[in-house]
């Protein structure tokens, strides 16, 4: 199959005739010249999304065997943000089977990368080993919160640290009195611009056609056609809504009935050290992922109301090849959209959140700048740091970047077909965690996908995986529709 690479191609011509021949056409600006894409025999999966989420699942389809399309308009603001994403156990249920594997998805994907010169075009690493500290008020809720991860499988290389051994441990971290840290030693800190260049170049490896400047403008779900901005019709077998924050647009778009979901702006900060930061000179290695942990931790704080509420922070050490800063953030706080984002169409989210989880009640018809403050979470983020990281320069910021979280009412995951279109695959609702869920949940909506869309000389009972794990992926994808159905929001009368 003819495929190209993502940065060389300014612009893609997609034209279908019925049944089921597709005509691709390639035009390059600069050399003006076409190329005419060999014709494929089957319809397409066309995947709406190209982040880390869309990128996987083009990559887990493509490489069974399955013809893949994958669009993106590249809004400047967006979810797959930021140069780090933290992969750390202590999930239960479906979501402890789901990081377990996902994992597994991540080490193979590493060595697929470094086995392959051709595809990691020398990339540096995708992932890198980590530990994460959970600063917890006391010993008490420490040893609860460490039984807790040896029950559930997390394994049982973790440590607590008091006061005087965190401060020792790790020199640019203190405490406060009484306050304990649970470490785990077996998380991975991943390194998020090339994973998503990992995932995509796997898809494009694979035969998948990825465009990354494209926008979807209307889809006729009786066609099973979709119409983009530069007035190309693509034909597809199976839809899937990777759009995260616009899934809803692209629902109404669809004439189908849009999901209750929510979308908030959050933030990141990158913070460096000070330059008179009273640790040893020359120990700039301190701040790196090699000798300190991630750190998590809950902090206090009053809102506008005068009511006292929890709000969960993180900071991510430097790693290699990025920022060369922390990166700081309060989780799931940002202010909220009332755009074409609404959870309903005229609905506020303030009418279906959980205030015990989101207490931030701020409403705003636009989509923040990509480096615009805002000053609410700042003030979160600069009380944790200030107690528990003081040598950052918290005062002025390197860097600030703004990311989108996209969040069921239920504030679970939405994967599976829509009820009123078995041909259209929603995945959203992942609040800022999906990074981590990305090889896995690819893995899953193959599962869904690929058992009626491969072309006729696949052999579906075998060639669809290259593992050992195909039943154990057939459980998990069953467990997963079960929980995260978009089916659920919708009820007969």
Partial sequence: MFTFARKNINKIILSASVPTIIGIF???????IFA??????????????????????????????GQVILIDESHNVRSSWGDTRGLQNGYTGIYGKLVKRSKRLWEKLQLEDDNNSNLNHGRGRLFFQSSNMLILPSKEEAIKVKNEHIANGHGTNINLFNKEQA???????KFEKNEVGFVDYNCLAINAPEC????????????AIINLSERVEKINTSKCELLTNNNNRILYSKLILASGPWTNRTLKSCNLSQLPIFVSAEQLLYLEPKKNNNIKKNSNNCYSISKMPVIDGEITNVTADGMAKKSFVYCFPMVPGGKKAFKCAVHCMGEFYTSDFHVVPGSSPLNFIDPTVYHRKTLNTRQPNVDEIDNYQKAIVTSFVKTH?????FETPKMICRCLYTSAIDLDFIIGPHPEDKNVIICTGFRGE??????????????????????KNID??????????????????????????????????
């Fill in 26 to 32: 390639l035009y390059n600006d600069k050399k003006n």
């Fill in 36 to 65: 005419h894409q060999e014709i494929i025999n089957e319809k397409p999966i066309v995947i709406v999304g190209g982040g880390i989420m869309g990128s996987s699942i083009a990559a887990s389809i493509a490489s069974k065997g």
């Fill in 167 to 173: 401060e020792t441990a790790f020199s640019a971290v």
């Fill in 196 to 207: 998503l260049n990992a995932m995509q170049d796997k898809a494009e490896t694979h035969g």
């Fill in 389 to 393: 990281l003081p040598t950052l320069n």
């Fill in 434 to 455: 999906g990074f981590k869920f990305a090889p896995v949940i690819g893995d899953c909506v193959s599962e869904i996908v690929l058992s009626s869309s491969l072309p």
């Fill in 460 to 493: 579906n009972n075998s060639s669809r995986y290259d593992d050992d794990d195909a039943e154990e992926l057939k459980v998990l994808t069953e467990e997963l529709l079960k929980k995260f159905s978009p089916a659920r929001f919708f009820y007969k009368e």
